[in-house]
């Protein structure tokens, strides 16, 4: 299972495939991306296991893209598992994607005092949708306003959490 709190390693694996890019461009774009990420305190953090310290996926919280790839004002937690995990039953319901999702959330609204967090997940991707019902996200409905494809949208507000806390 993840620790959470041990969990979150900075990481920047970005996969960037501009073939109309020069190598120097598509470095400098990976450069000017981690500055963003960093001057604004989102990013991704590496996902590890607790007892093994080995990584697991990632958990990340960036601006959505809109359709023609520009960041768009609005912010999302997503998650990457690798697929020795996802594939792997064993491991199923362990927190994975939930504890880390968990965390980031609850940092963006505490640390960087956002007022609102997205999740954006494809409608084939049933264990993701699951996730964001953990993570106490709202379903929105299917758009089609981020990355140029029709996802399902997900979003749990600052007030929403504060609720959910005063309510237990």
């Not at 609005?74 to 491991?91: A, N, Q, R, T």
């Not at 609102?116 to 409905?141: D, Q």
């Not at 949208?153 to 005063?166: G, H, M, R, V």
Request: with cysteine; proline share 5%; glycine share 6%.
């Amino acid at each position: 299972m993840v620790h959470p709190q041990n969990s979150l390693l900075p990481c920047f694996s970005h996969q960037v495939n501009f073939p109309d890019r020069s190598f120097e461009s598509q470095r400098q774009h990976l450069i000017d991306e981690q500055l963003h990420e960093h001057k604004n305190a989102t990013g991704s953090w590496a996902i590890v296991e607790k007892d093994t310290r080995k990584i697991a996926g990632a958990i990340m919280l960036c601006q959505l893209l809109d359709e023609h790839h520009v960041p768009t004002q609005d912010i999302e937690v997503g998650w990457y598992l690798k697929p020795s995990v996802y594939l792997e039953p064993s491991v199923w319901g362990k927190g994975y994607a939930t504890e880390p999702g968990r965390t980031i959330v609850d940092y963006g609204f505490s640390k960087l005092h956002l007022s609102v967090i997205y999740a954006v997940v494809k409608p084939e991707y049933y264990a993701s949708i699951r996730v964001t019902e953990r993570l106490g996200m709202k379903p929105l409905g299917l758009t089609t306003k981020y990355y140029g494809i029709e996802l399902l949208l997900f979003q749990q507000t600052a007030s929403d959490k504060i609720e959910k806390i005063e309510n237990k």
